[in-house]
């Protein structure tokens, strides 16, 4: 069983910031695409940004694209997501995810995901 291990969730005043961590064992990392996604009170959980194992294509969901970024530190076996510019509707559990194995559904799809965080909470107050 591999475990990713969320942390940096908190409360935050809208217009703050915030970054989540996610450590991964390193055999599954280095190898993984990394995902992150986000689920509101009463929604589904969506798609927020996702890195590719090399490093080299990243994609962000539209409500996201220029406050939030994604970055992973290999040598640390861990993928972040800065958050800055938080508006309310950023609240959420943030779960990061790891995609090994691809099928034809696509990196913001999260049936794609082999692995799974526990998820941590991000609050943001109007």
């Known amino acids: 069983q591999v475990q990713l291990v969320e942390s940096g969730g908190g409360l935050v005043q809208a217009g703050g910031s915030l970054r989540l961590s996610c450590a991964a064992p390193?055999?599954?990392?280095?190898?993984?695409?990394m995902g992150w996604f986000r689920q509101a009170p009463g929604k589904e959980r969506e798609f927020v940004a996702v890195?590719?194992?090399?490093?080299?294509?990243?994609y962000y969901a539209d409500s996201v694209k220029g406050r939030f970024t994604i970055s992973r530190d290999n040598a640390k076996n861990t993928v972040y997501l800065q958050m800055n510019s938080l508006k309310p509707e950023d609240t959420g559990i943030y779960y990061c995810?790891?995609?090994?194995?691809?099928?034809?559904?696509?990196?913001?799809?999260?049936?794609?995901?082999?692995?799974w965080g526990q998820g941590t909470q991000v609050t943001v107050s109007s």
């Open positions: 890195m590719y194992s090399s490093g080299a294509t990243i």
């Open positions: 390193g055999r599954t990392f280095s190898r993984s695409d």
């Open positions: 995810a790891a995609r090994i194995t691809y099928g034809s559904l696509g990196p913001r799809n999260e049936r794609e995901y082999d692995y």
